[in-house]
């Protein structure tokens, strides 16, 4: 079982900047996709950001332009990181954003979820 551990959430102010970050209890090579979801009270949850393991990423519109996702493997190889920059947060970016994963080689047709982070936008 991989485990997907969110962290880098808070509130911040609209205008502000927060970055997120994702630590997956395996390697990259493992992983095929790695995205950030995110849920808002009385909605759905929606893919905001998602990237392949060619590092190719796409965005949802509402984000495109204000958030970057990356990822990258930590130094023992055994872990692998996916990150969510998020610039020019708007009250509309308030929501329990989740980290996702679908597997690999071995862990090929499974996926993975974090327990989620919160990111509030507020004056």
């Known amino acids: 079982q991989v485990q997907l551990v969110e962290a880098g959430g808070g509130l911040v102010q609209p205008g502000g900047s927060l970055r997120l970050s994702c630590d997956a209890s395996t390697s990259s090579v493992n992983l095929a996709v790695m995205a950030w979801y995110r849920q808002a009270p009385g909605k759905e949850r929606e893919l905001v950001a998602r990237i392949t393991g060619d590092i190719t990423a796409e965005y949802v519109e509402s984000v495109r332009g204000r958030f970057t996702i990356s990822r990258d493997n930590a130094r023992d190889n055994a872990r692998s990181l996916v990150y969510l920059q998020m610039y020019n947060l708007k009250p509309e970016d308030t929501a329990l954003y989740y980290c996702?994963?679908?597997?690999?080689?071995?862990?090929?047709?499974?996926?993975?979820w974090g327990q989620g982070t919160q990111v509030t936008v507020s004056s």
């Open positions: 996702y994963a679908e597997g690999a080689r071995r862990l090929r047709g499974r996926r993975f």
